[in-house]
């Protein structure tokens, strides 16, 4: 069973930076990639981000694009997102997911990290 | 990028009722379709893949159909741990996308 927690979520000043983790632990099986997805208070989900299973390529939503850069790093089995440049409206809880299958399907979460931008 | 939209965005319902939910691409994406159960305070749970593969572990009462631009969720006999909110997602293409979602409610 995988498992994913995230991490480093905060409260942090318009155009301050702030790096999540997420560490997977479990019987990982294959992977296929690992998500970031993001929920706006009370808003429905925001896709933010894909990384390969062997970090070789990535891939952004628009509003993010250039501020945001994730990574992973499979040696601590850990992924990362490196959020500089940051909004207001980049408040959000942040999820990271791992895609199983070959279909990318969010197929695991955890549990969420807070993040607020706020003055 | 593609778009998905949901409806309805809520619904009121009883227990045992019938309910379906659809979900529309804005440009087809074959079976590239999977819904998300969400239940407040609580991360998004995996239902079905590729428009109609139930994950392990979700009841029977629980389907999905659907090809190209158009996708339904139905729940056959709606059960009190079913009142959530229902997301679709696109995994066609990058940036994946979601549907707004559909908010189930206890009439």
């Known amino acids: 069973q995988v498992h994913l927690v995230e991490s480093g979520g905060g409260v942090v000043q318009p155009g301050r930076s702030l790096r999540l983790s997420c560490v997977v632990s479990?019987?990982?099986?294959?992977?296929?990639?690992m998500h970031w997805v993001r929920q706006a208070p009370g808003k429905g989900l925001e896709w933010v981000a894909i990384?390969?299973?062997?970090?070789?390529?990535?891939y952004y939503a628009d509003s993010v694009k250039g501020r945001f850069t994730i990574s992973r790093d499979n040696s601590k089995n850990t992924l990362y997102l490196q959020m500089n440049s940051l909004r207001r409206e980049d408040t959000a809880v942040y999820y990271c997911?791992?895609?199983?299958?070959?279909?990318?399907?969010?197929?695991?979460w955890g549990q969420g990290t807070t993040v607020t931008v706020s003055s | 990028d593609i778009q998905m939209t949901q409806a309805p965005s809520s619904l009121s319902a009883s227990v045992g009722d019938r309910v379906t939910i659809t979900c529309r691409a804005s440009?087809?994406?074959?079976?590239?379709l999977n819904w998300y159960q969400q239940k407040p305070g609580r991360a998004p749970n995996l239902l079905i893949s590729?428009?109609?593969r139930l994950q392990s572990g979700v009841p029977s009462r629980f389907s999905g159909s659907g090809s190209g631009t158009f996708f339904t969720l139905t729940i056959s006999s709606l059960q009190p741990e079913d009142f959530a909110t229902y997301y679709c997602?696109?995994?066609?293409?990058?940036?994946?996308?979601f549907g707004g979602g559909t908010k189930v409610q206890i009439k």
């Open positions: 997911a791992e895609t199983t299958g070959s279909g990318n399907s969010l197929d695991v």
């Open positions: 479990g019987f990982t099986g294959t992977s296929y990639g």
């Open positions: 990384i390969a299973y062997d970090g070789s390529n990535e």
């Open positions: 440009q087809t994406i074959a079976y590239y």
């Open positions: 590729a428009a109609s």
């Open positions: 997602q696109q995994s066609y293409t990058t940036p994946l996308t």
